[in-house]
C-alpha cells in the first residue's frame, strides 16, 4: 500500500538557519504530493503541494520539489523564523483504485525555532 | 469566505458512551473526509463522503459511522467509545469527484475516560 516516511525529529534550528525536512513515499504510479503544517492546537493548513514530477511547490519561502527518481518530496526553506515552529506533515494522495483521494500521512515532524 | 467548521472543539465521554461530531466544508466544496489523529501521530483516514455517499472508508471498525447531509455538511458517530477513540478528530473537504486537495477544519478534540 501506500507509505510516507519522514526524517525523525524533533528538530531544532536557530532563527535565520537553512531548513530540511526529508520525506520519501512508496505509491504506484503518480501520486500528487504535500506539505502540511500544524501550530499548537490547531488543524492542518496546506503548505505546498506538487501534482506531477519535477514540479516545484513553494509558498511563504518553503519549497518542495517532486523527485520521481528517488521518490521524495523534500522540504527546504533558507532562512526560519520562530514563527515557524510547527509541526510539519508529508502526505500524498493518489487517484485511481481503492486509495482514491484518500490523503496518507508520515508520522510528522516538530521544528523549533529559537530566536 | 468562511473556511472548514467543526463542532465541539472539545469533548469529553466516558466508555461506551456514543458521539457525535459535525463538520460543515468550505464555500464551493462537495465533498468531506474525516481522518482521526492521536496524540502525536500523523492523521489517518476514516472515511469520505461524496454525494451523500461513502465513498472510501479506511481501516476503522464499524462503530465509526457518518453521514452527509444534502447542504454537504457531515457528521462522525462513534459508539461504544474505547479508551483509545482519544484523539483529535480532524474534518477535510475539497471539491468534486477529482479531488485532490483538501482543507482541513481546526478539529474536535475527544477525551475519553
Known amino acids: 500500500g501506500n507509505s510516507v516516511t519522514q526524517m525523525e525529529g524533533p528538530v531544532t534550528l536557530s532563527e535565520e538557519a537553512f531548513l530540511t525536512i526529508n520525506c520519501t513515499y512508496t505509491a504506484t504510479g503518480y501520486p500528487s504530493l504535500f506539505w502540511y503544517v500544524q501550530y499548537p492546537g490547531e488543524g492542518l493548513q496546506l503548505l505546498l503541494k506538487a501534482t506531477k514530477a519535477d514540479d516545484k511547490g513553494s509558498n511563504k519561502g518553503f519549497e518542495a520539489t517532486y523527485r520521481k527518481e528517488t521518490t521524495s518530496f523534500h522540504l527546504e526553506k533558507g532562512s526560519v523564523q520562530v514563527s515557524d515552529s510547527a509541526v510539519y506533515f508529508c502526505a500524498l494522495s493518489k487517484a485511481g483504485g481503492t486509495s482514491y483521494g484518500k490523503l496518507t500521512f508520515g508520522q510528522g515532524t516538530i521544528l523549533t525555532v529559537h530566536p | 469566505d468562511a473556511g472548514v467548521t467543526q463542532s465541539p472543539t472539545h469533548l469529553i465521554k466516558t466508555r461506551g458512551q456514543q458521539v457525535t461530531l459535525r463538520c460543515s466544508p468550505k464555500?464551493?466544496?462537495?465533498?468531506v473526509s474525516w481522518y482521526q489523529q492521536a496524540l502525536g501521530q500523523g492523521p489517518q483516514f476514516i472515511f469520505q463522503y461524496y454525494e451523500e455517499e461513502e465513498r472510501q472508508r479506511g481501516n476503522f471498525p464499524d462503530r465509526f459511522s457518518g453521514h452527509q447531509f444534502p447542504n454537504y455538511s457531515s457528521e462522525l458517530n462513534v459508539n461504544a467509545l474505547l479508551l483509545g477513540d482519544s484523539a483529535l478528530y480532524l474534518c477535510?473537504?475539497?471539491?468534486?469527484?477529482?479531488?485532490?486537495?483538501?482543507?482541513f477544519g481546526p478539529g474536535t478534540r475527544l477525551l475519553v475516560l
Open positions: 464555500s464551493g466544496h462537495d465533498t
Open positions: 477535510a473537504s475539497s471539491w468534486g469527484r477529482l479531488q485532490e486537495t483538501q482543507y
